[in-house]
């Protein structure tokens, strides 16, 4: 963690765990989990915590118990209680297909979380492809064959765009200006004053990040009718009707 993004990683991190204090049981799939970052904090409400990661994975192997990719786990279907999947989503080229492979590996009633960006700057290019609405998250994971618990947004405006401006003044971080720690003073300054002005407004139209709660249905009926064209978007209790585009 970066002085850069200490805030938004300290407000994603508490929702992870707040979720899985709920939701979690069992054995736990973490799809692109490279250095198992959430294993210890969630020890006390999984049995067995699995990660799995591709073979190029850029934080290496060595916290990595199956090598795979998010669209083929080298796992029995219906093996796991739950799945964590946390700023993954986004640089998958086919972002269903990756859900449909998280449904085969939960059991009936088996939870996931899944954290994705909404307004986000480009990073780990080139394999950086979307961004997600709330709505499209909603139609995403209905068509996959999820029903979506619950989307909720981590921030609101001051949050994410003070954020950015922080990381965005690291350009000029060189010199003078990275032996007097001035960029990490402003970026410190920017963070506190985010924080204390969502106290008093939060318009989660500007958020930087989403955070998924979807359950693999117990009834296998209820999961082919909930992956079907036209199905209820969960998030504003309306159909469905075209297939519009995550990147609008």
């Known amino acids: 963690m970066r002085i ?39 020890a006390p409400f999984v049995t067995e915590h699995v990660g799995v990661d591709h073979a190029l994975c850029p934080h290496g192997l060595a916290a990595v118990d199956l090598v795979g990719t998010a669209y ?5 279907s219906e093996s796991f209680d739950c799945a964590l999947c946390t700023s993954v989503l986004e640089h998958l080229e086919e972002p269903q297909q990756a859900l449909r492979e998280c449904l085969r590996l939960l059991r009936p009633g088996g939870v996931a979380i899944y954290s994705v960006p909404f307004l986000w700057h480009l990073h780990e290019e080139p394999r950086d492809f979307y961004r997600f609405t709330r709505h499209g998250l909603a139609y995403l994971f209905t068509r996959a064959g999820f029903e979506v618990v619950e ?9 994410t765009f003070f954020t950015l401006l922080g990381y965005y003044l690291y350009r000029f971080n060189s010199g003078p200006l990275r032996w007097l720690r001035l ?49 209820a978007d969960p998030s504003a209790g309306a159909p469905f009707h075209g297939l519009g585009s995550c990147a609008e």
């Open 4 to 42: 850069r993004n200490r805030l938004i990683y300290r407000i994603h991190d508490r929702q992870i765990i707040s979720l899985a204090s709920r939701y979690f049981r069992g054995r736990v799939i973490d799809i692109g989990c490279g250095t198992k970052p959430y294993a210890a904090r969630l």
């Open 72 to 76: 083929a786990v080298p796992a029995p």
């Open 151 to 159: 989307i909720r947004a981590l921030s609101g405006f001051f949050v």
């Open 183 to 231: 960029i990490d003073a402003a970026s410190l300054i920017l963070q506190l004053a985010a924080a204390a002005l969502e106290h008093f407004t939060r318009d989660e139209r500007y958020t930087w990040m989403y955070m998924v709660v979807a359950r693999k249905p117990s009834c296998p009926g209820a999961q082919s009718e909930a992956a079907q064209p036209g199905a």
